[in-house]
């Protein structure tokens, strides 16, 4: 079964790639869907929890993002190397990686978990996020203390929508996915209308996306027993060496995690819970450009794995040139038209004007445009395993614009914050990655990965 998976034949001088279609438009499906139910239910929680409890629904949204790198980069090292032994056809090397990351995950979950129950009742989560109700800040010590122990229940399952995307079968985990945002909206308004808390529509929100997972993840070593974890555990060399490859993805989302995820903590905490609302809304109405650039570009990075695995750089480059032209353009074009109509846009979607600050507009629009930009060479660096530098540079750049929104960039509201990091990121990190390209492309040398 799984082994017609690696016999496969990929079309690389077309330009064709057999997972590249499929699971962009399921992709394309999911981000419309996402896209549609924050649409819909942001004017409708708005009016149902007010702006301080809203604010503090944003900031939970938010941490998803940041609390991803608690699986230590396991499942996003997974994409590369299981890519790459896709591109090889070398079975035994994707059976033995999703063996060790199994026990390695399972072992991880059950230290966090036990230090989330023991550890995180002392956290001061009503100073960090400046919450002065004591009501307010007693349920939202119980939201988090929920909300974490359900991301990392999700770690182990979550595992097997990586494996799927290397193996070229990522619309299978994106069918999963879109299940699960069909169904977000449905229990939000259910839970709406039962009157529920805080808590129980951070449950409304977290446990279809862990339900999917764990579904996904049963029928997918169902049907392919060949790839099921074994009784026996890996050895300690295995999951040394799989720590070890996975450590500078670690690196690099917590880096990712605390550069971007962390504006809506810093301007609660130093700015007010109540300026968190017109930022995130300002956020949400741009975030339609990367949630439609991503479904372009994430299934790249395997695909770019697999072919410098098979040796078919030419392919890689001509398919990186294309999208990244495609990913500046289409961008642009919608931050233009979100920049122009985002009077109409927010007052039709909230029933009244939102007086955002025209700097903070043009930042956004600016910002997104970048950003997408640099995801889509990121997509390059992460296939041709080159990670060390990208590493390198998100560390600066996590320094310097936590440092510089933390002292300065709050100082000037939230204009501060956006400019903050659409400045330093074109600086620290997209000129190092012209850098990198320009020696890539000049040398055609690539990084492979180690069998």
């Known amino acids: 079964m799984i082994n017609q998976f690696f016999?496969?034949?990929?079309?690389?001088?077309?330009?064709?790639?057999?997972?590249?279609?499929?699971?962009?438009?399921?992709?394309?499906?999911?981000?419309?869907?996402?896209?549609?139910?924050?649409?819909?239910?942001?004017?409708?929680?708005?009016?149902?929890?007010?702006?301080?409890?809203?604010?503090?629904?944003?900031?939970?949204?938010?941490?998803?993002?940041v609390l991803n790198f608690i699986d230590f980069g396991i499942n996003n090292s997974l994409i590369t190397h299981i890519a790459h032994a896709y591109g090889k056809q070398d079975f035994v090397t994707a059976r033995k990686l999703i063996n060790t990351a199994w026990y390695v995950l399972c072992t991880l979950s059950l230290i966090i978990m036990i230090l989330n129950i023991v550890l995180i009742q002392y956290i001061p989560w009503g100073k960090l996020y400046t919450i002065q109700n004591q009501i307010l800040n007693t349920e939202f010590q119980q939201v988090m203390v929920v909300f974490i122990g359900l991301v990392i229940l999700n770690i182990v399952p979550s595992m097997t929508s990586k494996v799927q995307l290397g193996l070229q079968q990522g619309q299978i985990a994106g069918v999963w996915q879109l299940l699960a945002n069909i169904s977000i909206l449905p229990c939000i308004i259910m839970t709406i209308a039962l009157h529920g808390t805080l808590l129980h529509l951070t449950l409304s929100l977290m446990l279809p996306l862990l339900l999917s997972q764990v579904i996904n993840t049963f029928l997918f070593f169902y049907k392919n027993p060949e790839l099921r974890p074994t009784i026996t555990p890996p050895s300690i060399s295995d999951s040394k060496n799989l720590l070890k490859n996975s450590t500078l993805f670690f690196i690099l989302q917590l880096s990712s995690a605390l550069s971007f995820a962390a504006d809506n903590i810093i301007i609660a905490s130093s700015i007010g819970i109540d300026a968190v609302y017109e930022y995130a809304i300002t956020d949400r109405v741009f975030s339609i450009i990367a949630i439609l650039s991503g479904l372009l570009l994430m299934p790249l990075w395997p695909s770019y794995s697999t072919a410098f695995a098979s040796g078919d750089k030419q392919w890689a480059f001509k398919t990186f040139k294309k999208s990244l032209q495609i990913t500046i353009m289409a961008a642009s074009t919608m931050s233009l038209i979100l920049f122009i109509f985002y009077s109409?846009?927010?007052?039709?979607?909230?029933?009244?004007?939102?007086?955002?600050?025209?700097?903070?507009?043009?930042?956004?629009?600016?910002?997104?445009?970048?950003?997408?930009?640099?995801?889509?060479?990121?997509?390059?660096?992460?296939?041709?395993?080159?990670?060390?530098?990208?590493?390198?540079?998100?560390?600066?750049f996590m320094t310097v614009t936590l440092t510089t929104k933390l002292t300065i960039g709050y100082k000037f509201g939230i204009n501060g914050i956006i400019w903050s990091t659409l400045i330093i990121y074109s600086t620290v990190v997209i000129i190092p990655y012209i850098v990198t390209l320009r020696k890539i492309f000049t040398t055609q040398h690539i990084k492979y990965l180690k069998s």
């Open 7 to 65: 016999s496969l034949k990929i079309n690389m001088e077309s330009g064709n790639y057999s997972g590249i279609f499929s699971t962009g438009l399921v992709n394309l499906i999911n981000k419309i869907v996402t896209f549609s139910t924050l649409v819909i239910t942001t004017p409708i929680l708005l009016n149902y929890l007010g702006t301080e409890r809203f604010g503090l629904w944003m900031t939970v949204s938010s941490l998803i993002m």
């Open 344 to 396: 109409d846009i927010t007052t039709y979607w909230l029933n009244h004007t939102l007086q955002t600050p025209l700097l903070c507009l043009i930042g956004f629009a600016l910002w997104k445009v970048v950003e997408a930009s640099g995801n889509a060479i990121a997509m390059l660096l992460n296939g041709a395993n080159i990670i060390k530098s990208q590493v390198i540079i998100a560390i600066v």
